[in-house]
């Protein structure tokens, strides 16, 4: 395979996975947007209500979050494919800053959740 055909079936495959991770993070937040309809309904409407109303909203916000994670992962991928083919100083410096957003994204995400789940942080 020639080295230009090669480049543009890697750029071709990184827009795909970008498509794909625009499709994940949309269908996160409609399911947030579902989800936070039928929490607020729970508290216009508390006799139908089985927990408590803080819990469920930070239910909703920390999936949300793990979708968005989700998300940035492919993202991420899509970055590196693209750095690999034709990889600029430029480019390198902005794939090092989204790995280290989505570093700290991960971190405190993961954080929130052992907390929430009230279990001790672990060093995994």
Partial sequence: ?????????????ATGVELLAVIIIAAAVVEAVVRVVGAFNAELHPEGRTYPALSKKEEIRLRLGRWLVLGLEFLL????LKTAVAPTWT??????????????????????????????????
Avoid: C, Y
Avoid at 4 to 13: A, G, I, T
Avoid at 77 to 80: C, E, K, T, V
Avoid at 99 to 118: D, K, P, V, Y
């Fill in 91 to 124: 480019e390198i410096g902005q794939l090092a800053a989204i790995a280290a957003l989505r570093t700290a994204l991960n971190h405190f995400l993961r954080r929130e959740i052992e907390h929430a789940r009230g279990q001790p942080e672990s060093d995994a």
């Fill in 1 to 13: 395979m020639e080295p230009e055909s090669l480049k543009s079936v890697v750029l071709w495959l």
């Fill in 77 to 80: 991928a899509a970055d590196i």
